[in-house]
Nanobody
Framework: QVQLVESGGGLVQAGGSLRLACAASRSIFSFNAMGWYRQAPGKQRELLATIISGGRTNYADSLKGRFTISRDNARNTVYLQMNSLKPEDTAVYYC???????????????WGQGTQVTVSS
């Protein structure tokens, strides 16, 4: 069984920063792709950023360089650094992993439970 556990969410004022962490129960080398999604109330789950086995990263255009995905292989952890947060970033943020292929839509094999990020004005 694979577990992905997110942490680092919380309440932050607009313009602030948070770093989300996703700890996997097994080596992240077993995943071809890992990424971060978010889902706001009434909206579909949105893919934000991915990192694939070779280290290449991809980001949603809407992030405008504010978010950075990274990984620490020794700790089996993927991070999402979020800067210049805006109220519209408020959502539940989910870590996801895919064994084969590339994360595109909501096609992950494994999902974390989510962590709430609330950005106040």
């Amino acid at each position: 069984q694979v577990q992905l556990v997110e942490s680092g969410g919380g309440l932050v004022q607009a313009g602030g920063s948070l770093r989300l962490a996703c700890a996997a129960s097994r080596s992240i080398f077993s995943f071809n792709a890992m990424g971060w999604y978010r889902q706001a109330p009434g909206k579909q789950r949105e893919l934000l950023a991915t990192i694939i086995s070779g280290g290449r990263t991809n980001y949603a255009d809407s992030l405008k360089g504010r978010f950075t995905i990274s990984r620490d292989n020794a700790r089996n952890t993927v991070y999402l650094q979020m800067n210049s947060l805006k109220p519209e970033d408020t959502a539940v943020y989910y870590c996801a992993a895919l064994i084969d292929g590339t994360l595109e839509g909501p096609n992950a094999d494994y999902w974390g439970q989510g962590t709430q990020v609330t950005v106040s004005s």
